[in-house]
């Protein structure tokens, strides 16, 4: 997951520098000084979120500052004669939810096959999370008020997001004789291998409120409790 995300920074700011460069170059001579022939699209974006479990059963209990990540790349489609456009982007969406006096066990055999529950912390753990990251393309029909530079001026945005999961795995964290000991398990066979998620997001200039509500469950069809999770937050834009 590390290097996902380095990877993705690493690209984020060399599109930057490009980004920059181009536009720079296309100055229009005629114009005022420091005026761009090209208007920012918001081609980054990049959430700082709060994470939960919107839907599950009342036996599942979750702590309540649970987080996530989102940084996507987009390109903008205007649509003529209007302040509405059309964005399409790729990217990677990491999320942590954190168990409360719980553990999550998994079954490989029996009557319905892999199965994944929700159990009481009987070894007094310091801390459980569980933990997903995707590879996730962003759908959006956005409005701008300032249709010529985007990072002023109202604007606001409905779409989905589309993930194909990449990773996931609980973590749980004790005590042994004074030292830390971690214990990692592998969860992505009990997950849905894709998720889709409607959004929105409304805001001024550069900075949005940002919202995502599941539409597919967490897990698989029978290998999990129905969960369906709500992220709300800060959205950066930009470019």
């Known amino acids: 997951m590390r290097r996902i ?5 690493f690209l ?22 420091n005026m761009l022939s090209r208007p920012s699209r918001d081609f980054v974006m990049i ?3 709060y994470n939960t479990w919107m839907t599950k059963p009342d036996s599942v209990k979750i702590k309540s500052f649970g987080y996530a990540f989102n940084g996507y ?25 954190y168990l409360n006096n719980q553990v999550m066990r998994f079954t490989d055999t029996g009557a319905l096959g892999a199965t994944v529950r929700f ?6 753990f310091k801390r459980n999370k569980f933990a997903t990251t995707y590879l996730q ?15 002023k001026g109202f604007k606001a945005a409905i779409g989905v997001e589309v993930g194909l999961l990449l990773g996931a795995h609980t973590k749980s964290v004790t005590s042994v004789n004074g030292n830390s000991v971690k214990y990692k398990t592998n ?6 291998p894709w998720n889709f998620a409607a959004t929105a ?6 900075f949005s409120i940002f919202g995502s509500y599941n539409i597919t469950n967490v897990f698989k069809d029978k290998s999990g409790p129905t969960i369906t999770p709500l992220s709300l937050g800060l959205c950066l834009t930009g470019l």
């Not at 995300?5 to 920074?9: D, P, Q, T, V």
């Open 12 to 33: 984020i700011v060399s599109v930057n520098a490009l980004y920059a460069q181009e536009a720079t170059e296309k100055v229009n001579s005629n114009a005022a000084p």
């Open 73 to 97: 790349l987009c390109y903008d489609f205007p649509i003529k004669k209007t302040n509405l456009s059309f964005a399409a982007g790729l990217g990677v969406s990491v999320s942590v939810v």
């Open 5 to 9: 995300l380095a990877s993705l920074a």
């Open 137 to 151: 393309a962003p759908f959006e029909l956005r409005y701008f008020g300032n249709s010529a530079n985007r990072n």
């Open 119 to 124: 159990i009481p912390d009987v070894d007094n």
């Open 201 to 206: 997001r409304i805001g001024w200039g550069n």
């Open 47 to 49: 959430d700082l979120l």
């Open 187 to 192: 969860a992505k066979r009990y997950l849905s």
